[in-house]
Each structure stands twice: as structure tokens, then as C-alpha cells.
Nanobody, 129 residues
Framework: QVQLTESGGGLVQAGGSLRLSCVAS????????MGWFRQAPGKDREFVAT????????YYADSVKGRFTISGDNAKNTVYLQMNSLKPEDTAVYFC??????????????????????WGQGTQVTVYS
């Protein structure tokens, strides 16, 4: 079983930066992808970015492309989300997610919440203008 723990959220002024971290514990060698989703009040959870451990391929939502960067450190079982040029509309709870055997996500499903079977508890990001 894999457990995910996020950290790094907080309050930041528009235009500022934050870096989120997600540490995986347990059977960490079995994850295929680790990604970030976010959920604003009254809205559905939406895809932000994901990384495939094998090959390091990354995928982003159009709304964050060019501003956010996802990266991973295999040795630390940690995924990061560097968020720059933050906007008030980035305000949300950010969740880390992973897919584990036998539930390997296929390319066409990476942006869907249903592709991931393990989730963290979330970390709040608030951007004020």
C-alpha cells in the first residue's frame, strides 16, 4: 500500500511562487505516475500535472503550462510542483495522486481523477491579489 503526504501550501500574493511536495511511503516502487490535482470551492477536482516515473515524461493542464513545473526525486520518493506566476484563480486545495498496480493509467486517462487510486489529504493554496 502507498501513502501520499503533501506539504508546502500557503498564502501568497499574485505573481508569487510556491513549491508543493508530495512524499510517497509504503510500497513506493510500485507507482507508475504521480500527479497533482486541485479543487476549488464548489468546483470539480481538476488535473494540474503528472509525471511518469519511467522516462520522466510530464503532462500539464493548459491553464498551468509555462507557469508550473512538476518534477520527481526517485531517491526521496517525492514529487514536487513548482508554481510560479501564481494567479488568484490558482486558489484551491491541491491533491497528490498516484496509480499503483494493477491500476496503471493509460496515456489518454492521465488527466482524469479515475486514473489514480491513491490520494493524499490535500494542501491549501491561496493566492490573493
Amino acid at each position: 500500500q502507498v501513502q501520499l503526504t503533501e506539504s508546502g501550501g500557503g498564502l501568497v500574493q499574485a505573481g508569487g511562487s510556491l513549491r508543493l511536495s508530495c512524499v510517497a511511503s509504503g510500497r513506493t516502487f510500485s507507482t507508475y505516475h504521480m500527479g497533482w490535482f486541485r479543487q476549488a470551492p464548489g468546483k470539480d477536482r481538476e488535473f494540474v500535472a503528472t509525471i511518469r516515473w519511467s522516462g520522466g515524461h510530464t503532462y500539464y493542464a493548459d491553464s498551468v503550462k509555462g507557469r508550473f513545473t512538476i518534477s520527481g526525486d526517485n531517491a526521496k520518493n517525492t514529487v514536487y510542483l513548482q508554481m510560479n506566476s501564481l494567479k488568484p484563480e490558482d486558489t484551491a486545495v491541491y491533491f497528490c495522486a498516484a496509480d499503483t498496480p494493477p491500476n496503471r493509467a493509460i496515456l489518454s486517462s492521465l488527466r482524469q481523477t479515475t486514473a489514480y487510486d491513491v490520494w493524499g489529504q490535500g494542501t491549501q493554496v491561496t493566492v490573493y491579489s
